[in-house]
């Protein structure tokens, strides 16, 4: 696998653990309004904003059971964004599942979801797309499917299912079991040469 296509392994555990910091902040929540559904015991919320620290939530639409985040699960969806330290994501729809005021564990789903991180120090920029993402920051696992792609740099990996594994710094790409699309590997040499220039005499 290409090097470059490696950052965004590299990026991942500091996204994890921006996360992990600023989900010890205080919650805020803002909506352009708010219902309750007795039956279903779902709190509903339209035109939302979630933000901790430098993790911000917009979406057309916001359910959960409950708001202490102690325990809840959080589904949005419409034009979800979702913008971290390091890094933007815009999707269909998400699900996200909060213990001890921490973010556990998330799914997203886009056709496509994209995400953008950037790297430290840098303004380069690793870009993502997949249908699916599930992320469990307990087990430092994220697993990508439908579809999924990574660019960084010009280079390419796409396949129907990409898992990394943070803790062990470990990437796992298969192709679909179906026996179609294959792992994909796409790599541009930096160094690419430049035609001659020649001056033209003048008349």
């Not at 904003?49 to 939530?57: A, H, K, P, V």
């Not at 973010?103 to 120090?121: N, Q």
Request: charged letters at 25%; a negative charge; glycine letters at 8%.
């Amino acid at each position: 696998m290409s090097t470059r296509l490696l950052l965004l392994l590299v990026l991942l555990p500091g996204f994890a653990a921006a996360q992990t910091s600023d989900l010890r902040l205080p919650i805020t929540l803002a909506a352009d309004s708010t219902d309750y559904d007795g039956k279903s015991s779902m709190m509903m919320f339209h035109g939302l904003r979630l933000s901790q620290g430098t993790t911000n939530i917009e979406a057309d639409e916001g359910r959960a059971s409950k708001i202490d985040f102690e325990d809840s699960v959080w589904h949005f969806t419409g034009n979800v964004v979702i913008d971290v330290e390091a890094g933007h994501i815009e999707s269909e729809s998400a699900e996200l599942r909060f213990t001890d005021t921490q973010l556990r564990f998330a799914i997203i789903e886009g056709s496509p979801a994209t995400f953008e991180l950037r790297r430290p120090g840098s303004e380069e920029t690793t870009y993502a797309q997949a249908g699916k993402l599930k992320y469990d920051l307990t087990a430092g696992i994220v697993e990508f499917s439908d579809d999924a792609i990574i660019t960084e740099g010009g280079n390419q990996i796409s396949s129907s299912f990409l898992m990394y594994n943070i803790t062990e710094q470990r990437i796992n790409a298969q192709s679909s079991a179906d026996g179609g699309e294959k792992v994909k590997i796409t790599v541009i040499p930096e160094a690419v040469a430049k035609p001659e220039v020649t001056e033209e005499e003048n008349p």
